[in-house]
């Protein structure tokens, strides 16, 4: 049995929650819990884990017995524990209230091919459970997963090395930090080439994150640990002062949540130039503010269409990167790649530099929207679509490269446009020119609240009708 059918069993088990009223998102981390302790016990990781709470204490209670047994576990291993162990547990309550769920859960567990699992590695086992939560539309948890394939383009040519610090202060489930770590794993002889106090660093220090959503940092623990990382994972929101700790980093990725502040109020942050209610904008200052300004500090972040042409603070923010960094390239993304069709998205690849003004001179641009196929879930984005921009991005001599979706504009010509990135889309009569949408959120809001009006006023007529005509 491969993982692949052992991730598919696992999502079965959903059914058998089904009547407690327990959400995709709640389902997975649920199984978290559990998966935690069998998973340690089959690692031989469970010495972190007092002995009345592992695996096998777990397996002997039955009915009701169980259900208390389950609950004094999760507070135990959330309060009384230390490291990660804590961190994962800490919080932890259970949403299953038929003991009969929760037995059926537990051995259904213990009942898999954990050989086969293990040869084919426990961390990629769980990355599948959490990809098959992120495309089930009802989870509402893609919001929190990156399409792997983007994750894996974005940091093979970003190219994090050993001994550098890498960061995504908007981590989700990890995708793009256990990325950066398999790229230097591979590059590195599986690190076997580096010393001892490297090998340490690698998987101490070297991958950071920072999350806001409770639940969605307790998968990114579990994700990181079955990976052997364990770098800091903060729960907090990077936009508060909490992430003025966050800098330094030689490599960022990330895909930053889309929309504004609710209520509009302000960041929190008090060090950054431009305040805006605008959430990415203010992303993508905390990002290339978090960089070393040492020339060689980089990254590549993914970003909505309104990020590159949002008025006001937003043509300060992208002045203000301009000048910090040589923001060298913007790959204009298909739509139809995230959990919200209509958005709009980009990849901003730059460079922090060694001074504070002038560090970006031209910026290319390639456009992999127009007259492109539509993407879902029967055709997923693959790591071909990606061939002529990867052919581009790597061009010894950018210049030369023959693309018609390759484009370049220098930073006058930016400037006297205002300072705005929407530029490099290919003019089709095919394709329809898409609306200069101020936030996708907030637009998507507007159309609901434009069709309920109609709708009101539809009935309002159909009211008017039947009092003229009687009730035919």
């Known amino acids: 049995m491969n993982n692949q059918e052992i991730v598919s069993k696992l999502w079965n088990l959903c059914n058998v929650l089904r009547d407690d009223g327990i959400t995709y998102h709640q389902y997975v981390t649920e199984l978290t819990y559990i998966l935690f302790l069998k998973m340690s016990k089959e690692t031989g990781m469970d010495g972190q884990i007092p002995e009345n709470y592992r695996w096998?204490?777990?397996?002997?209670?039955?009915?009701?017995?169980?259900?208390?047994?389950?609950?004094?576990?999760?507070?135990?291993?959330?309060?009384?524990?230390?490291?990660?162990?804590?961190?994962?547990?800490?919080?932890?309550?259970?949403?299953?209230?038929?003991?009969?769920?929760?037995?059926?859960?537990?051995?259904?567990?213990?009942?898999?091919?954990?050989?086969s699992a293990k040869e084919e590695g426990l961390g990629n086992l769980y990355e599948g459970l959490l990809e098959k939560n992120a495309n089930e539309k009802k989870s509402g948890a893609g919001q929190y997963f990156t399409p792997r394939v983007l994750i894996d383009i974005m940091t093979k040519l970003i190219a994090p090395q050993a001994g550098e610090l890498c960061n995504d202060p908007a981590c989700g489930t990890y995708g793009f930090m256990i990325a950066a770590d398999r790229f230097v794993k591979d590059h590195t002889d599986n690190l076997f080439s580096l010393s001892l106090e490297q090998q340490e660093f690698q998987r101490k220090k070297a991958f950071t994150g920072c999350e806001l959503v409770h639940e969605t940092h307790r998968l990114a623990l579990m994700n990181a640990m079955l990976h052997d990382i364990e770098g800091e994972i903060m729960l907090a929101d990077t936009l508060s002062n909490?992430?003025?700790?966050?800098?330094?980093?030689?490599?960022?990725?990330?895909?930053?949540?889309?929309?504004?502040?609710k209520g509009g109020e302000r960041a929190t942050r008090d060090d950054f130039t431009y305040p805006t209610s605008n959430k990415q904008l203010n992303f993508l200052q905390h990002i290339y503010r978090s960089l070393k300004a040492n020339g060689k500090a980089r990254a590549a972040v993914v970003l909505p269409d309104n990020v590159l042409f949002a008025d006001g603070d937003g043509a300060s923010i992208r002045k203000d990167l301009m000048d910090k960094c040589n923001l060298n390239t913007v790959l204009r993304l298909p739509t139809g790649i995230f959990y919200a069709q209509g958005v709009k998205t980009n990849?901003?690849?730059?460079?922090?530099?060694?001074?504070?003004?002038?560090?970006?001179?031209?910026?290319?641009?390639?456009?992999?929207?127009?007259?492109?196929?539509?993407?879902?879930?029967?055709?997923?984005?693959?790591?071909?679509?990606?061939?002529?921009?990867?052919?581009?991005?790597?061009?010894?001599?950018?210049?030369?490269?023959?693309?018609?979706?390759?484009?370049?504009?220098?930073?006058?010509?930016?400037?006297?446009?205002?300072?705005?990135?929407?530029?490099?889309?290919?003019?089709?009569?095919?394709?329809?020119?898409?609306?200069?949408?101020?936030?996708?959120?907030?637009?998507?809001?507007?159309?609901?609240?434009?069709?309920?009006?109609?709708?009101?006023?539809?009935?309002?007529?159909?009211?008017?009708?039947?009092?003229?005509?009687?009730?035919?």
């Open 56 to 115: 096998d204490k777990l397996m002997k209670p039955k009915g009701v017995e169980l259900k208390r047994f389950y609950k004094e576990l999760l507070n135990h291993l959330g309060e009384n524990c230390a490291g990660r162990v804590r961190e994962i547990y800490a919080g932890a309550s259970s949403n299953i209230e038929e003991p009969k769920n929760l037995e059926k859960i537990i051995t259904s567990i213990d009942a898999l091919d954990w050989y």
């Open 242 to 261: 909490h992430g003025k700790a966050m800098k330094n980093f030689d490599v960022v990725l990330t895909n930053p949540p889309f929309g504004t502040k």
């Open 347 to 472: 990849v901003l690849f730059f460079t922090r530099g060694n001074t504070e003004k002038d560090n970006t001179k031209e910026v290319w641009f390639y456009d992999l929207r127009t007259n492109m196929q539509k993407f879902g879930k029967t055709s997923p984005l693959k790591a071909e679509h990606f061939n002529g921009f990867i052919n581009a991005y790597t061009a010894e001599d950018r210049s030369k490269v023959q693309d018609e979706r390759w484009s370049v504009f220098t930073r006058k010509q930016i400037e006297d446009k205002n300072n705005s990135l929407d530029l490099g889309l290919i003019r089709d009569d095919s394709v329809l020119d898409y609306e200069d949408l101020q936030d996708p959120i907030e637009s998507g809001e507007e159309i609901v609240a434009q069709l309920e009006e109609a709708v009101d006023l539809l009935m309002s007529v159909v009211k008017e009708l039947k009092s003229l005509g009687g009730n035919d």
